[in-house]
């Protein structure tokens, strides 16, 4: 069992950044490949970003590219997601998930067995 637990959504204006993080309780964080999906209101929840269990090597939306950065500290079980020049098109509530399901998968939310709760991102105009 994998416990996620996200931190630092809030308020920022258009072109501003914020860095969330995702604490992962256990001791198999390593084995997981760590994403984070966003739903924004009236929308299905969507892929941002994963990093890869094995290698680090990382896939990201199109929509966040050149703007977001995933990182991962292994022996503080924690996975980062630095986002700059955010745009109002960026508010959502932004889960963290920990995946092993390769065969589904890791831009499907089929691919991740534990979910964060959420922590909501609100960017303003």
């Known amino acids: 069992q994998v416990q996620l637990v996200e931190s630092g959504g809030g308020l920022v204006q258009a072109g501003g950044s914020l860095r969330l993080s995702c604490a992962a309780s256990?001791?198999?964080?390593?084995?997981?490949?760590m994403g984070w999906f966003r739903q924004a209101p009236g929308k299905e929840r969507e892929v941002v970003v994963y990093?890869?269990?094995?290698?680090?090597?990382?896939y990201y939306a199109d929509s966040v590219k050149g703007r977001f950065t995933i990182s991962r500290d292994n022996a503080k079980n924690t996975v980062y997601l630095q986002m700059n020049s955010l745009k109002v098109e960026d508010t959502a509530v932004y889960y963290c998930?920990?995946?092993?399901?390769?065969?589904?998968?890791?831009?499907?939310?089929?691919?991740?067995?534990?979910w964060g709760q959420g922590t909501q991102v609100t960017v303003s105009s």
């Open positions: 256990g001791r198999t964080f390593s084995s997981y490949t």
């Open positions: 998930a920990a995946g092993s399901r390769y065969y589904r998968g890791y831009s499907q939310e089929g691919g991740y067995d534990y």
């Open positions: 990093i890869s269990r094995s290698d680090g090597s990382t």
